[in-house]
């Protein structure tokens, strides 16, 4: 039987291991403790028949180091890596990060005291975050912001986040949810944990 790894160098898209060291650090030590750690721990587990096979691998061209000295892959249940668990770890990553530019947005291009422009406010968080345009582009982040706010500079924003019907996604029966089902529930519950306020403090206010 061979040896299982004790360190993972887990493929991730570029713009997403930028996102992962600012939040994690370069090298990470796997953990239960935090949403990254989490729904990484649920993807290394062994999938059920619901997982079904994904795409997507293509654009990792990046790695991030995850050290699992905590959780030794036998021990745990743990498999090695696979394209469902890469995909859907990229993915996870990219809500995070598209949420919080959402946030971002909202809090710099919608106050009346701030007179910044959508543009300008993408391009700052591109910066806070060194994105370049090989690793995604501002066009891309700009329609995604485009499709999923209703920004209105420099006006009060009138948009309720309407609260779930459903008070814990994760508190539904795990026997009849497909595996499918239980990675999204997931996906929102740890999506809706509260960001760091320091990731919404512009650069320039920083010491």
Not at 45 to 66: D, M, N, P, V, W
Request: hydrophobic share 35%.
């Amino acid at each position: 039987m061979s040896e299982l790894p004790s360190e993972l160098a887990f493929p991730v898209r570029p713009y997403v291991r930028k996102y992962l060291v600012r939040h994690l650090g370069e090298h990470y030590v796997l953990s239960r403790a935090d949403r990254f750690g989490l729904f990484l721990f649920h993807l290394l587990r062994k999938q059920g028949r619901g997982a079904k096979k994904t795409g997507g691998k293509e654009k990792c061209s990046a790695t991030f180091a995850i050290d699992l000295r905590n959780f030794p892959f036998r021990q745990y249940g743990l498999e090695e890596l696979t394209s469902y668990s890469i995909f859907h770890f990229n993915e996870f990553v990219d809500e995070l990060l598209k949420g919080e530019l959402y946030m971002w947005v909202r809090a710099h291009a919608t106050a009346a005291r701030h007179r910044t422009t959508v543009k300008d406010a993408i391009v700052d968080f591109m910066v806070l975050y060194d994105l370049r345009e090989e690793d995604i582009s501002f066009e891309t982040l700009r329609k995604s912001v485009q499709r999923n706010t209703d920004v209105r500079p420099r006006k009060r924003d009138k948009s309720v986040v309407k609260p779930s019907q459903k008070s814990d996604p994760l508190s539904q029966k795990s026997g009849v949810m497909s595996q499918t089902q239980q990675l999204q529930a997931l996906r929102q519950h740890l999506k809706g944990l509260p960001l760091p306020l320091f990731d919404l403090i512009p650069p320039s206010a920083r010491a």
